[in-house]
């Protein structure tokens, strides 16, 4: 090892530690092939890719390789009802792969997929490599849960995390990302790039009780320090490479060309005003929206239930109130809810009939089914908004994905208070793209630069040495 090497392996841009490819089946397009190729060089990495690029063969690729360098099984983490839909993927190319519900499996299996719910059935001594199917959803999860997914995978050798948003608004959250990857942690992130806003510092280590501040003890908003944006993306790409088409990675675009998005937006007046109010107000608070919400329920479903119910296309209604699905399932005939209460049984028996064509329409929940399920076949869904982008993005998602080969329609229903939400929602994208445009141009950037002075030349010290 000569001395520019050596100081290579003291930055903190990552280090590759996987192995050569033993596998690269000919169903990849290009460009998935080379993203499989860097991740399992690299042996923990993101591969953060726009809906409809094909994570799922890529992450089963990557299994199939781990599993045969470590004569292992891998396990592959996944959402609630896309667990069904992985092995229908991982059988329709030739990989063998099944699910477990309670941590058994039979000798000699290879690719193993269950739900997030279930992974403390497991024992990570088990598994030469884990993966993680639409891994921004943890920080949905509660603390613990969280923390057992982060603590399974420092157990595994090998490690991948595979979604289609990271941090859209938040870029902090990528620090969960790479400490589950094993790379910086989430508190040393934040001490190295970010401070508060208020000036603090943060303080602690890694893991349980680390989000502390000097000044704020309940944490609070970041920005960049004024040196750190550009050594940030930097690190970032050094552990993950982002793709919206393949053009991003110099591959030919090909069929992976979306359809039109169409948005229209439909405001609903309440029946009665509020109590004690001679006109109503835009609501601001997030107690004023709920209570908005509820005050709209019936004009909102009743303008869903209008927009659909002539159609006779497949559809998805995107709801957010129990009640809200009850009296949507009530005013369209043939949609079929699946809610929280439903059995794991049951929503993947909905979620398979819906994709089958067996019924016409779902009427859902973001956190239910707005993750990894492939719906190209329906072109048409209606949103009770919310300021989450992310579930607005990945419900919308479900169906405005690379594959689809119609034009998308998306029908908003707001009330009158709420017609904020949606204003910010477009606010919200326009920040995800821009991040998302940042991490593919210094990534590209990276990608071309190469160590140039080798150190060679033999240090000559002065005569009066």
Not at 204 to 211: L, T
Not at 357 to 362: C, F, M, P
Request: include cysteine.
């Amino acid at each position: 090892m000569n001395y520019s090497d050596f100081i290579y392996t003291k930055h903190d841009y990552g280090a590759n530690r996987g192995f050569e490819p033993i596998w690269m089946p000919d169903f990849l397009f290009d460009f998935q092939a080379s993203l499989v190729g860097w991740a399992i060089e690299k042996g923990r990495s993101a591969l953060f890719e726009d809906c409809g690029l094909g994570k799922t063969p890529q992450q089963l690729v990557w299994a199939e390789n781990v599993c045969r360098h470590t004569n292992k099984p891998v396990l592959i983490l996944t959402p609630l009802a896309v667990s069904h839909q992985t092995v229908r993927e991982a059988h329709k190319f030739g990989i063998e792969a099944e699910r477990s519900h309670d941590g058994k499996f039979r000798k000699g299996a290879r690719i193993i997929v269950t739900n997030y719910e279930r992974l403390h059935h497991f024992n990570a001594d088990d598994f030469g490599g884990c993966a993680c199917d639409e891994s921004s959803i943890l920080k949905n999860f509660d603390g613990q849960t969280k923390e057992a997914v982060t603590e399974f995978m420092r157990k595994v050798a090998y490690r991948l995390l595979c979604t289609a948003t990271a941090a859209p608004n938040d870029y902090i959250e990528l620090g969960t990302s790479s400490e589950a990857l094993g790379e910086m942690g989430y508190m040393d992130m934040l001490q190295r790039f970010f401070k508060a806003n208020d000036g603090s510092m943060a303080h602690g280590g890694s893991g349980n009780g680390a989000r502390r501040f000097s000044k704020n003890p309940f944490g609070g908003k970041f920005r960049f320090r004024g040196h750190a944006e550009h050594d940030f993306w930097r690190w970032v790409c050094s552990w993950a490479r982002a793709v919206r088409k393949p053009s991003d990675l110099g591959f030919d675009d090909g069929n992976f060309t979306l359809p039109e998005l169409t948005t229209r937006q439909y405001v609903v007046r309440a029946e009665k005003k509020k109590d004690d109010f001679l006109f109503d107000l835009p609501a601001i608070s997030l107690e004023e929206q709920r209570d908005e919400r509820r005050r709209t329920i019936k004009q909102r479903c009743e303008k869903v239930a209008e927009i659909v119910n002539h159609t006779g296309k497949p559809f998805v209604s995107w709801c957010a109130l129990n009640d809200e699905g009850d009296m949507l399932e009530e005013m369209i005939p043939d949609a079929v809810q699946v809610s929280g209460s439903d059995s794991d049984e049951k929503k993947e028996e909905s979620f398979r009939a819906f994709e089958d064509g067996e019924v016409r329409g779902i009427v859902t929940k973001s956190v239910i089914a707005g993750f990894g399920l492939n719906w190209q076949h329906c072109a048409h869904m209606t949103f009770f908004p919310s300021h989450s982008f992310e579930q607005y993005y990945q419900s919308v998602r479900r169906c405005w994905r690379f594959g689809q080969k119609s034009p998308v329609t998306v029908d908003v229903i707001t009330s009158e208070c709420e017609e904020r939400v949606l204003s910010n929602l477009q606010r919200k994208a326009a920040a995800a793209d821009e991040m998302f445009a940042r991490l593919v141009a210094v990534m590209n950037n990276e990608l071309k630069i190469t160590q140039t002075n080798q150190f060679t030349k033999k240090e000559k010290a002065p005569l009066w040495l």
